[in-house]
């Protein structure tokens, strides 16, 4: 089970005031990643990491599953395996292939949901890119505490979020609303995570 604070930034501006606050704090900054959705009962997809996704420097498979968000907290079952960035440009290309990559995930959607033999074939519903600031806490109660600054682009808007996955989200999500008023940045939480507004086609609160 992940479970994360999500908080909701209102746009670039405040996107870039927060990621000048915490740039001390800076552990990286992760190359734009495209995840490319393969289902929608539950989220499966390919991610590609890197500046080029015909060239990604890594892939992953996930699957997530019962996603919930209640008052900027996120659970969801999740699980991720590495994948050879050869073979998942190739079921990118044809995504009926990954039915065929001999992959826990894989069969697990296959025996719970019924996707990815020849009668429902893997589609791609398409995608959309994340680049992604990490950070560090190191002092106070948040110490320890490693932030993920997201901005995300999809055909129709960029979403902009704070995410920070714990074991204690009731003391995390205070030590970071009281970073956001610190630092000035407006906030809201999050009610629904990147994948349903990729599904819903706009962008969601």
Sequence with gaps: ???????RLP???A?????????????????????LAAATTAQRDVRLYGTDDRDPSR???????RPRIDAGVSRVEEVVEPL???????????????????????????DEYGVGGDKAPFVCLGGFWNTRGVYELEEGEGKGLVLELDETHFDFGTNYELECETAEPD??????????TVAGV??????????????AGKLLP
């Design 186 to 199: 407006p906030y809201e939480y999050s009610r629904s995570n990147k994948f349903a507004c990729f599904m």
């Design 171 to 180: 003391q995390a999500k205070e030590v970071l609303e009281r970073l956001l």
């Design 84 to 110: 050879d960035p050869a073979l998942a440009l190739t079921c990118v290309d044809n995504p009926a292939r990954l039915g065929a990559v001999d992959s826990p995930i894989v069969r697990l959607v296959s």
């Design 1 to 7: 089970m992940e479970v994360e604070i999500k908080l």
């Design 15 to 35: 996107h870039q005031r927060l990621s000048s606050f915490l740039a001390p704090r800076l552990l990286r900054t992760d190359a734009p990643a495209r995840p």
């Design 11 to 13: 746009g670039a501006a």
């Design 59 to 65: 892939a992953v498979l996930t699957l997530k599953r």
